[in-house]
């Protein structure tokens, strides 16, 4: 009798054992299958958000609207599966916030009683005026009220310079071959608002057509009202105070502005003045000419709404 109990005692363990297992397993199972899913699921509504976030906020300060609906319409074409939305514009205009949200059904953890799960992102976007930059091209242009769309002189040609400089800047050394490879790759280093950068003096005729001419080769088709980003038509500026002295002499950066490429006339560099949102490495919160940088802003709010 005493070992029919015995029995009947390690039977009942064993079973105590089999189910604590097989909840382990299950519970182990839905941690890798269903928590995997939903890592995924966050991951690829993460990147649909920053996305619609970065191309959305280029259309503000001008236009919020076009901001909320640009939002809207890229979410929905790129979600997988349905989701609720969210999207907030700052009262400056110059942010948009968005949240997505979406229920994933669970597999092995609707076994412990879990038949869902909420998966929630954010992202906040802000385009500001550009303050810093890389890239910049070799070519000063004397502060103005520019109009967008007119073509304007870039550099003069011989003749038509200032006190024998014709729009030319020397960045990261002086001289023709520097001059040229910062025509045609611009310029590595990065330039700020307020910093003091020395004319390039000389008419650099063989050196503005030779690096210009690779510009224009790389994207022949382009066009004022049609470029790619970072087409290599486009220009990034300095817009510098007036010269004050002759020859080589020190002008002060007061703001950044781009311009497209129109082509090489004789000497002169013709482009014409856009407004344009570059996402490369910038700096923001300078005055306005047109140029403006976009980026992402992680913020620690909560996303839900």
């Not at 619609?52 to 074409?77: H, K, N, Q, T």
């Not at 869902?116 to 385009?127: F, I, K, L, N, Q």
């Not at 311009?259 to 996402?279: A, I, P």
Request: aromatic share 8%; hydrophobic share 40%.
């Amino acid at each position: 009798m005493r070992e029919t109990q015995g029995w009947g005692e390690e039977r009942g363990s064993a079973v105590a054992l089999l189910a604590v297992t097989l909840a382990a397993t299950l519970t182990m199972g839905a941690l890798v299958v269903d928590g995997g899913r939903a890592f995924v699921t966050r991951c690829q509504l993460q990147n649909v958000a920053d996305a619609a976030a970065l191309a959305a906020v280029s259309y503000l300060p001008e236009d919020p609207a076009g901001a909320d609906r640009v939002a809207r319409e890229l979410v929905e074409l790129n979600a997988v599966g349905p989701v609720s939305l969210w999207v907030e514009i700052s009262e400056d205009r110059h942010r948009i916030s968005l949240g997505l949200e979406t229920s994933l059904p669970m597999t092995l953890a609707a076994g412990l009683g879990i038949a869902t799960a909420r998966v929630t992102v954010g992202a906040r976007a802000e385009v500001g005026a550009v303050s810093g930059l890389r890239g910049a091209q070799p070519f000063g242009i004397l502060e103005a009220d520019f109009t967008f769309g007119e073509l304007y002189t870039i550099k003069t040609g011989a003749g038509d310079g200032s006190q024998g400089n014709f729009g030319a800047i020397a960045l990261g050394g002086t001289g023709a071959q520097v001059y040229e490879q910062n025509i045609r790759s611009g310029y590595q280093g990065w330039l700020r608002l307020g910093d003091v950068i020395p004319s390039e003096p000389g008419n650099m005729s063989g050196p503005t057509r030779r690096g210009l001419s690779y510009r224009l080769a790389a994207d022949p088709g382009a066009t004022f009202d049609c470029f790619r980003p970072g087409s290599p038509r486009l220009l990034y500026l300095p817009l510098l105070e007036p010269i004050q002295r002759p020859g080589r002499c020190d002008m002060k950066i007061v703001g950044f502005a781009a311009f497209f490429l129109e082509g090489v006339n004789g000497d002169r560099v013709l482009g014409r003045f856009l407004r344009y949102v570059t996402y490369d490495s910038v700096e923001l919160g300078g005055p306005d000419y047109g140029l403006r940088g976009a980026r992402l802003v992680r913020w620690k709010e909560d996303v839900q709404r």
